[in-house]
């Protein structure tokens, strides 16, 4: 099965960088700028798998996440973050994030998290 991703960041240039990396193992089918864009996005897309910044304006990705969690359970997220605090982690562990990657990070460690959150290899 393949797996629809959308990817949720402020900065463009993040969004290109994780949507390139994830292309190789995954279908990216949105993207989505802030996570009130996110939430609009998700509930057009339907995607299985969400990588999620937390910091961004409008709606943070905490909270995009919880919207999103709540409508859709199953659906894994996986927080893709500069945010080395371990609160805003602890945060969105709370809010049902499936797994985390810290940037900058490497197309090994994302694809790695993925194949955990998701419980089986995207990678291979």
Same mark, same amino acid.
């Given at each position: 099965?393949?797996?629809?991703?959308?990817?949720? !960041? !402020?900065?463009?240039?993040?969004?290109?960088?994780?949507?390139?990396?994830?292309?190789?193992?995954?279908?990216?089918?949105?993207?989505?700028?802030?996570?009130?864009?996110?939430?609009? @996005?998700?509930?057009?897309?339907?995607?299985?798998?969400?990588?999620?910044?937390?910091?961004?304006?409008?709606?943070?990705?905490?909270?995009?996440?919880?919207?999103?969690?709540?409508?859709?359970?199953?659906?894994?997220?996986?927080?893709? @973050?500069?945010?080395?605090?371990?609160?805003?982690?602890?945060?969105?562990?709370?809010?049902?994030?499936?797994?985390?990657?810290?940037?900058?990070?490497?197309?090994?460690?994302?694809?790695?998290?993925?194949?955990?959150?998701?419980?089986?290899?995207?990678?291979?």
């Amino acid at each position: 099965m393949s797996h629809e991703a959308l990817v949720v !960041d !402020d900065s463009a240039f993040q969004r290109s960088l994780v949507s390139e990396t994830l292309d190789e193992w995954v279908d990216v089918v949105g993207i989505a700028e802030n996570g009130q864009e996110a939430v609009e @996005t998700f509930e057009e897309a339907r995607p299985d798998l969400i990588t999620m910044d937390i910091m961004m304006p409008e709606m943070n990705g905490i909270e995009a996440l919880a919207a999103i969690k709540e409508r859709s359970p199953e659906t894994t997220i996986v927080m893709v @973050t500069s945010v080395s605090q371990k609160e805003k982690m602890r945060e969105a562990a709370k809010a049902g994030a499936d797994g985390y990657v810290t940037k900058p990070f490497e197309a090994e460690d994302l694809g790695a998290e993925l194949d955990d959150a998701l419980d089986s290899p995207v990678t291979t």
